[in-house]
């Protein structure tokens, strides 16, 4: 009898430690669930915050920068460039107005379009897709920018820009310089000895864009001292003094 009533103490015995050990297993299995399921929320919501600042940044007809993004970039881009030559281009589409109002806004929309992936293409073409930057800047203006380039090279990427649009062959019977849609182009460097503010460059670029509008459109101007210009254009191969 005592026998039978200490095999009884025994069998209870265990099978409290296992229903114990049972209940502690299945906590450390729930434990384990809520922390990988707290790890996947916090990858999700990592993953839609890049998101999020990549949109934050992003031009959302164009797909290019946007101007926060162009703002941000020069600044970084001129902080490190401190002893090196960095280049700017501004790019405006001749008559784009007259455009909208001929071929209609969604028309105007697509060759945008056309014309953001045009610059893209045309830089790449010559520079590490990492080395640069291409923006909207806004409406129908875009900007590149170009660290540790000087002069000569941003021109001659200006000028593939122009070229790359020119053989778009986009009809745009109300320009006054081409039967198709056209750029004009500002270039504006800023030289290691030059005492220029990021703001100063892009006022030097903007003054050579409105020169290459005002001699005549489709062409490149550029400027790298706010006294000095030359220019280029479909007619003409060579920098001339302005």
Same mark, same amino acid.
């Not at 200490?6 to 299995?29: C, E, G, P, V, Y």
């Not at 790890?39 to 999700?44: A, D, K, R, S, T």
């Not at 062409?219 to 191969?237: D, I, M």
């Given at each position: 009898?005592?026998?039978?009533?200490?095999?009884?103490?025994?069998?209870?015995?265990?099978?409290?430690?296992?229903n114990?050990?049972?209940?502690?297993?299945?906590?450390?299995?729930?434990?384990?669930?809520?922390?990988?399921?707290?790890?996947?929320?916090?990858?999700?919501?990592?993953?839609?915050?890049?998101?999020?600042?990549?949109?934050?940044?992003?031009?959302e007809?164009?797909?290019?920068?946007?101007?926060?993004?162009?703002?941000?970039?020069?600044?970084?881009?001129?902080?490190?460039?401190?002893?090196?030559?960095?280049s700017?281009?501004?790019?405006?589409?001749?008559?784009?107005?007259?455009?909208?109002?001929?071929? &209609?806004?969604?028309? &105007?929309?697509?060759t945008?379009?056309?014309?953001?992936?045009?610059?893209q293409?045309?830089?790449?073409?010559?520079?590490?897709?990492?080395?640069?930057?291409?923006?909207?800047?806004?409406?129908?203006?875009?900007?590149?920018?170009?660290?540790?380039?000087?002069?000569?090279?941003?021109?001659?990427i200006?000028?593939?820009?122009?070229?790359?649009?020119?053989?778009?062959?986009?009809?745009?019977?109300?320009?006054?310089?081409s039967?198709?849609?056209?750029?004009?182009? &500002?270039?504006?460097?800023?030289?290691?000895?030059?005492?220029?503010?990021?703001?100063?460059?892009?006022?030097?670029?903007?003054?050579?864009?409105?020169?290459?509008?005002?001699? &005549?459109?489709?062409?490149?101007?550029?400027?790298?001292?706010?006294?000095?210009?030359?220019?280029?254009?479909?007619?003409?191969?060579?920098?001339?003094?302005?």
């Amino acid at each position: 009898m005592s026998n039978m009533f200490n095999l009884k103490a025994i069998l209870f015995s265990m099978r409290q430690r296992f229903n114990r050990n049972s209940k502690t297993d299945l906590t450390i299995l729930s434990l384990h669930q809520v922390i990988q399921h707290q790890n996947q929320m916090l990858q999700q919501l990592q993953s839609e915050n890049k998101e999020l600042k990549y949109l934050a940044n992003l031009d959302e007809l164009t797909r290019l920068a946007n101007r926060r993004k162009f703002y941000a970039y020069l600044y970084e881009e001129w902080e490190k460039c401190s002893e090196q030559s960095l280049s700017v281009i501004i790019c405006d589409v001749d008559f784009f107005k007259a455009y909208n109002d001929t071929y &209609g806004h969604l028309a &105007g929309d697509v060759t945008l379009k056309q014309i953001a992936e045009a610059i893209q293409k045309a830089v790449q073409e010559i520079l590490d897709p990492n080395s640069f930057l291409v923006a909207r800047y806004g409406g129908e203006e875009f900007a590149v920018i170009l660290p540790q380039l000087e002069t000569e090279q941003a021109l001659e990427i200006a000028e593939q820009i122009r070229s790359h649009v020119a053989a778009l062959k986009i009809p745009h019977k109300q320009s006054k310089v081409s039967s198709c849609v056209t750029l004009s182009l &500002g270039v504006a460097t800023r030289k290691p000895e030059d005492k220029l503010s990021p703001l100063e460059l892009l006022m030097n670029a903007d003054k050579s864009l409105y020169k290459a509008k005002s001699k &005549g459109r489709n062409r490149v101007v550029y400027s790298y001292l706010q006294h000095r210009s030359c220019e280029t254009n479909a007619f003409c191969s060579c920098c001339e003094s302005a």
